[in-house]
Every structure is written in structure tokens, then in C-alpha cells.
């Protein structure tokens, strides 16, 4: 068994290392961080087949490109049909503006680039470039003003989609419900991350943010009725306003209801301890939330 482990390990990295190859051949990036990475194992046993033994790996790459034209869609276009082995979230941005960041202190790239793994060099030397440390000032100051800011949007929402279940307008109600993970989702990108995102797309903004909790992700996707109700809620987006035969039962328009009313709920919290973490850091004490994983 830990044979059969070592040489699945081994193969995936071979495997990575040749999508890697790909994406800095077709988009000749300056460097490619990894500032994230989960795998997780699947068994399957039957007394009729032989056992089969598989690995799942997600990450997040930052793409550093030398020009200010953004590429964002085209990279991870090119990630969702080359990279089989799980998923892959891909975030593109200028050196230059990159650069611009880390002087006035983001905590994000900062955090990146002193703790993220170097996987890509143009130069060819996987030599960190030197960046000097957060520094723990006005953090939770921004944090409120972000969650301030988008909460009330996704709250109200929320009650438009509660209005819409109770006039019986199912496609409407899911709609709305989008709206409001969308907020939220920007919102715990911010606060937790310090990032701003510039995509809207569901999927995305979840799978970026386990870079800090897998909470919302796993809400959403950990079983597969999860799932299934994600996947109506997604092309609700634009079916709801696009679609005329486009249909919502009543029970998934219910159960996708409490689904995000529970998300708002998760996020208040992590938004509450976290933001209760930066003003202890910005007194001296370290910034850790042992709970952003619960």
C-alpha cells in the first residue's frame, strides 16, 4: 500500500510538473506561485473488481505576466481543459502592479510571495525574489470597511429572494440567491484574503477562497445533493434573465433558500473572528484564526 501511495504521488507530480511546462510555454509568464494545495485519496473496493486507488489535487496558482493586459479568462480556460487530476483556480496580474502592491503592503501578495511555493521562473532559477514582511497596520480598519460595505448588498438580496419564494417566482428567487452568494463570496475574499477579485463566476470565487477556509466550499460541494443544487443556482445567473423555458421546482428553490442563508450566516462568523484576529495582531499579539478551518 505505501508503495502503490509513493508511486501515485510520484506520478502527479510528473503530471503537474508537465502542466506547468504547458501554461509557461503558451502564456510565457514571468513566474507562477502556488499559494495553495489539497489532496484528498478515494478507495473503492468491491469483491467484483479489482481495487482502484485514486488522488485528487487542487490548487491556486498566481500568474506573474510581464504585460498589463489582462488574461485572466484565457489562462484558466486553458487550466479547465488541460489539468484532469482536480481542480485548478488560476489568478493573472502584472509584475508591475504586483510590485505596486507590496510597497504599499498587501497582505496578500506579500503573503504569497514570502510563503508561496516558486514553481515558475522565466529566468530559469526558482529564486524567491525578496520581499520584506506584512506589516500589521490599519488591517482590520479595511476589513470592516469591506464587510460593511458588501454585507448589507448580500442581506439584501437575500430578502429579495425570500420576497421571490413567497410571491412563488422560483427563477427569479434563484437568481437573487446568486446575487447574494456573489457578494458574499467577494466579501470573505477580502476580509480573510485581502484580495479584490475581479470575476464573478461562482465556482471561482469559492475555490479561492479555500486558500483561507474550506467552509463555503464545502457547504456548497461536500455532498451530491450540494452539488446538484450549486449547479441550478450557477446557471440561474443567466438563464433566469435569458432563458424563457428556463425551470425551477418549488423544493430547490426552497432548499438552495436556507442553503445561502446559511452561508450568510457562516460568513458573519468568520468575518467576526477574523476581523476580532487583526485588531489583536495590529496590538502586538499573532495573527492566527485556529477557527477559520472548523
Not at 501554461?23 to 489532496?39: C, W
Not at 496580474?93 to 503573503?111: C, G, M, P, V, Y
Not at 487583526?278 to 477559520?292: M, R, S, V, W
Amino acid at each position: 500500500m505505501k508503495t502503490s501511495v509513493l508511486s501515485s504521488t510520484i506520478e502527479h507530480e510528473l503530471y503537474f510538473s508537465e502542466f506547468i511546462r504547458k501554461l509557461s510555454e503558451k502564456f510565457q509568464p514571468l513566474q507562477i506561485f502556488s499559494f495553495f494545495k489539497h489532496s484528498s485519496s478515494q478507495k473503492q473496493s468491491s469483491c467484483f473488481v479489482q481495487k482502484q486507488n485514486s488522488s485528487i489535487y487542487d490548487y491556486c496558482l498566481l500568474v506573474v505576466t510581464e504585460t498589463a493586459t489582462r488574461i485572466d479568462y484565457e489562462v484558466q480556460d486553458f487550466a479547465n481543459r488541460t489539468y484532469e487530476q482536480g481542480s485548478m483556480t488560476i489568478i493573472c496580474h502584472n509584475n508591475q502592479l504586483i510590485w505596486e502592491a507590496i510597497d504599499l503592503n498587501s497582505r496578500f501578495f506579500k503573503t504569497i510571495y514570502n510563503y508561496g511555493e516558486l514553481l515558475y521562473s522565466h529566468c530559469g532559477l526558482l529564486t524567491r525574489p525578496y520581499v520584506g514582511p506584512f506589516i500589521q497596520v490599519d488591517g482590520a480598519k479595511k476589513a470592516v470597511k469591506h464587510y460593511r460595505y458588501r454585507m448589507p448588498l448580500a442581506e439584501g438580496f437575500l430578502s429579495g429572494a425570500d420576497k421571490c419564494l413567497q410571491e412563488e417566482r422560483w427563477e427569479l428567487c434563484l437568481f437573487m440567491l446568486h446575487q447574494a452568494v456573489e457578494q458574499t463570496s467577494i466579501m470573505l475574499i477580502r476580509v480573510l484574503l485581502s484580495y479584490r477579485s475581479e470575476f464573478h463566476n461562482l465556482c471561482r470565487l469559492l475555490k479561492l477562497l479555500r486558500s483561507a477556509t474550506d467552509q463555503p466550499y464545502l457547504l456548497f460541494f461536500e455532498t451530491a445533493e450540494s452539488r446538484r443544487l450549486f449547479d441550478i443556482l450557477c446557471k440561474s445567473y443567466s438563464s433566469a434573465r435569458y432563458k424563457p423555458d428556463f425551470a425551477v421546482k418549488k423544493i430547490d428553490a426552497g432548499k438552495l433558500y436556507h442553503m445561502v442563508t446559511d452561508y450568510l450566516s457562516m460568513a458573519n462568523n468568520l468575518c467576526d473572528r477574523h476581523i476580532d484576529c487583526l485588531n489583536q495582531a495590529e496590538t502586538g499579539k499573532p495573527c492566527i484564526d485556529p477557527n477559520l478551518y472548523d
